[in-house]
């Protein structure tokens, strides 16, 4: 029996993809919304055996890292801002999901503790879930910057309420509005609730991403 962690982490507006891919040799495809860096790149920043580690970065600024222990993290962020990769640590502290899948005897793996349904240990199914967390991640974001702007909305309402500010119905109208697109134009920006396409390849990896995607709730945050 062995375990898989995952841990991701907000770490800017946007990652430079492009820059990290020409780093280290990758190929970036275009339709792609991140890209991979696996164990023998990553052994060769330890330089150390990296076996069964591996990290994603996504265009929307989430980095998913996989078997890394903590030292290991801040050490691989210190190395990206050595390539001229900026990180913003204000929101690594802040935004962030764990998760942790077991794989058996028989090479089966349970994408979360009490799931009922077992699948063959395969790399898709990481991709799978670390591409998860990082929607997650994101979408934590985008929830509290949207309460955030909604809080200051309904203080707005009340100052309106208790004739302590003037303004007229439009002027709260068009806060309303703004906050209504904040919200799905954030959303549409990353996609983040779409099927990445190579999720779309098989209907297993399409049944693990949209069990996953429940888990998570991703859909419903945004319902």
Known sequence: MSIIMFNTFKVATRLPLIQVASYFNLINDAWKE??????????????????????????????????????????????????????????????????????????????????????PFNDLLIDIAATVLAKSTELYKIETELNSVLDESEQLINYLNNGRLRANSKKVISIIAKCTRFKYISIESVRLLDRPPEVNKTIESRKIFDDFSTFFELNDRYT
């Open 34 to 119: 991140y890209i991979k860096i696996g164990s023998d790149d990553i052994e060769k920043i330890f330089m150390y055996g990296s076996r069964n580690k591996s990290v994603y970065l996504y265009k929307y600024g989430c980095i998913t890292f996989v078997n890394f222990k903590y030292h290991e993290i801040q050490y691989f962020f210190e190395y990206l801002n050595k390539i001229y990769v900026e990180l913003d640590h204000k929101l690594i502290s802040k935004f962030s999901e764990t998760h942790v899948m077991t794989v058996d005897k028989e090479g089966k793996v349970r994408l979360w503790e009490d799931s009922e349904e077992e699948y």
